[in-house]
């Protein structure tokens, strides 16, 4: 039980800012919050450090817990901490951080502006989950005459490679088709992530050539998901992904199926090798595994409200993305 002398003593108002104390490294070091509303007898860990200004009326918690979060004082708060076994920081280091702090009512202006910007992305990122939650229904529904055949046998069942046509074409990066990637995400442009040229010594190097519609897949990370329906057009990428051209089915409605979590735990029962890193399930067992499918009008009206729903998932992507790079550009700005 909290005796009293502890509740005074771990005791937090909403004038108090708590900071995480110590971390693995000196990057997730003091990170803070504070109360924006009152609660009655709230108490701290003591794994928490909790700086309380002196001058309470000249300073408004929200806006410092604010600046704190900005990469000019993040910086300036893991240089005043210290680090053996782990990142530690305490009341006399943060003593020695010099804050630029505004007029009362400035720093509420701030701070509200950044708490608009961050109810915005809260409700854009509800919605984007309700939606992509509606689509999972969707494949759901897709998928339970394909999952009965699965456990019974029951159903007209077709393999893949009555609609999959695997494609081995290859090209040199020669700048004709740009340099993507396949990933859990799709097909994207090549980033410093995933960028691995700097280890091909051959610059005849052969790279696999895919084009728009075609199913995509990496053969050995197919159980992380790592399978689409190429939306980004012609490109180049690693020989070791494997492109089918698609016939007579519903492209939208196949994406549906293939991307499923259904499908792909299905899949792992053709994986094969003894690394589980390395174990992989080729195009020749792919091509195997039997779905069941409606009519191509059916199709084509549930690809259709698929394609609804991945434009608005899409266009609230866009805004939330431009949301936040508006949020992280005041924060390089506002606090310099």
């Known amino acids: ?49 909790k700086a309380s200004p002196i001058k309470k009326e000249l300073t408004y918690a929200p806006y410092i817990t604010l600046l704190l979060h900005s990469p000019i004082y993040r910086n300036k ?32 202006k701030i701070f509200s502006l950044f708490s608009s910007l961050e109810i915005k992305i809260t409700n854009i990122e509800a919605k984007i989950n309700i939606l992509k939650k509606y689509k999972e229904g969707i494949k759901k529904y897709v998928m339970k005459d394909t999952i009965k055949f699965w456990k019974t046998g029951i159903g007209n069942a077709i393999e893949l490679k009555n609609y ?17 990637t396949l990933s859990t995400e799709g097909i994207t442009d090549k980033s410093e992530r995933y960028d691995r040229d700097f280890l091909v010594k051959n610059e005849d190097k052969k790279y696999k050539i895919t084009h728009l519609n075609q199913l995509c897949y990496n053969p050995a990370n197919l159980k992380f998901g790592v399978i689409c329906i190429n939306k980004y057009g012609d490109g180049i990428f690693s020989p070791i992904y494997s492109t089918f051209d698609i016939n007579n089915i519903v492209i939208d409605y196949l994406e549906l199926i293939i991307t499923s979590n259904d499908f792909i735990n299905y899949s792992m029962k053709y994986q ?37 729903l991945n434009k608005k998932i899409s266009k609230l992507e866009d805004e939330l993305l431009n949301l936040k790079h508006l949020k992280s550009t005041l924060l390089n700005s506002m606090f310099i």
């Open 77 to 108: 708060l893991m240089k005043v901490s210290t680090e053996t076994s782990r990142a530690l920081i305490n009341s006399d280091n943060l003593s020695r951080l010099n804050l630029l702090i505004p007029s009362i009512t400035e720093q509420q």
């Open 1 to 49: 039980n909290t005796t009293k002398d502890e509740i005074k003593r771990f005791k937090i108002t909403t004038d108090d800012i708590l900071l995480t104390r110590t971390s693995e490294t000196k990057k997730e070091i003091a990170y803070a919050s504070c109360l924006l509303d009152e609660v009655p007898n709230c108490v701290y860990s003591g794994f928490l450090l």
């Open 272 to 308: 094969q090798g003894t690394v589980f890193e390395r174990m992989a399930v080729s195009s020749d067992d792919l091509c195997k595994i039997k779905i069941v499918t409606t009519s191509f009008d059916e199709q084509q009206r549930i690809a259709k409200v698929a394609d609804t």
């Open 164 to 180: 999959l046509f695997e494609k081995n074409e290859y090209g040199v990066k020669n700048g004709l088709y740009p340099h993507i």
